[in-house]
Nanobody, 120 residues
Framework: QVHLVESGGGLVQAGGSLWLSCTASANTSSFDVIGWYRQAPGNERETLALITRSGAINYKDSVKGRSTISRDNAKNTVYLQMNSLKAEDTATYYC??????????????WGQGTQVTVSS
């Protein structure tokens, strides 16, 4: 059983930055894709940023240019930095890790989430 633990959330002023961490109980290099997601009340969970085993990165358009996803396999941790925060960035932020089996099936792991509240 893989556990993912997010940290770094809290209350941030608009225009400020956040630095979230996701620490895995397994080696992060073993995952095919690791991503950051968020969900605001009443909204669907949305993908923010993904990083693959090979290091390819993809961002949601609304956070591109002000977000950075990075990975430190030695610490089994993936990070998300986001700048120029807005009130609409208020949400619970989740970490996700995906393993793709040789037969094509997926094993998906989720963290419990960390709350980020942006005050205007």
């Amino acid at each position: 059983q893989v556990h993912l633990v997010e940290s770094g959330g809290g209350l941030v002023q608009a225009g400020g930055s956040l630095w979230l961490s996701c620490t895995a109980s397994a080696n992060t290099s073993s995952f095919d894709v690791i991503g950051w997601y968020r969900q605001a009340p009443g909204n669907e969970r949305e993908t923010l940023a993904l990083i693959t085993r090979s290091g390819a990165i993809n961002y949601k358009d609304s956070v591109k240019g002000r977000s950075t996803i990075s990975r430190d396999n030695a610490k089994n941790t993936v990070y998300l930095q986001m700048n120029s925060l807005k009130a609409e960035d208020t949400a619970t932020y989740y970490c996700n890790a995906v393993e793709i089996r040789p037969n094509g099936t997926l094993t998906v792991h989720w963290g419990q989430g960390t709350q980020v509240t942006v005050s205007s």
